[in-house]
């Protein structure tokens, strides 16, 4: 079946640090990709997707780019914050008929140290 | 906009008794999606309507969770003779329905089976 992987539990960087969190997919179609982030107390908050390869999502510093060769939309960006402490989502979807769930990796927890 | 609402935020019941969680979408979006979350599993889909139908009811535990969604306002989850291992937070989310709509999470009803 479908299903993606985060290859990192967790991440802890200092602020001004560059971020990677890796994203790998699994699918039999072609599926969009997305990524969501979650702060504690609050449910997933979209952050951006992709739908096609080569395409670019960003959002507030944040990108990744839809490689559909290596089956990867690796999160990234340059500089981070102690407020971009947060779980991160990757996440592919279908739009096929009526079926448009997501299938979510396991998340990555970021902590940023000032 | 008050966004996805569900309530209540917590929710505490002894083993074998009934749990109701609510859900109130944006209003608008003809899509509705329940999830499970748990650190050991993550974000597990439960169940989907669109435009207050059933259409995917696939992750459901099909002896003790029901979830319906009587008029457009309003959706509900209930499990019956909930088990400790009922314990999560259980979230709701919207979209338009349309496209790559994106979803809408609510923060979600914590529940604790003790």
């Known amino acids: 079946g479908d299903s993606v992987t985060q290859t990192e539990g967790q991440v802890a960087l200092s602020e001004e640090d560059f971020l990677t969190i890796h994203c790998n997919y699994s699918?039999?179609?072609?599926?969009?990709l997305f990524w969501y982030v979650q702060y504690p107390g609050e449910g997933p908050q979209f952050l951006f997707r992709?739908?096609?390869d080569k395409e670019k999502g960003s959002s507030r510093g944040f990108e990744a780019t839809y490689n559909k060769e290596a089956t990867s939309f690796h999160l990234q960006k340059a500089s981070v914050q102690e407020s971009d402490s947060a779980v991160y989502y990757c996440?592919?979807?279908?739009?096929?008929?009526?079926?448009?769930?997501?299938?979510w990796g396991l998340g990555t927890s970021l902590v940023v140290n000032p | 906009n008050a966004g996805v609402i569900q309530t209540p935020r917590h929710k505490v019941t002894g083993k074998g008794q009934e749990a109701t969680l609510w859900c109130e979408p944006i209003?608008?979006?003809?899509?509705v999606f329940w999830y499970r979350q748990t650190i050991v599993q993550g974000l597990e889909f439960l169940t989907y309507?669109?435009?207050?139908?059933?259409?995917?009811d696939s992750g459901m535990p099909k002896e003790r969770f029901s979830a319906q969604m009587p008029n457009q306002s309003h959706s509900t989850l209930k499990i019956q003779s909930t088990q400790p291992q009922d314990s999560a937070v259980y979230l709701c989310?919207?979209?338009?329905?349309?496209?790559?709509?994106?979803?809408?999470f609510g923060s979600g009803t914590r529940l604790l089976v003790i």
């Open positions: 989310a919207s979209s338009p329905g349309t496209g790559w709509s994106d979803y809408t």
């Open positions: 209003s608008g979006h003809s899509a």
């Open positions: 309507f669109r435009n207050q139908a059933p259409i995917d």
């Open positions: 699918a039999s179609g072609y599926p969009a």
């Open positions: 992709a739908s096609r």
């Open positions: 996440a592919l979807r279908y739009n096929v008929g009526d079926n448009s769930k997501l299938i």
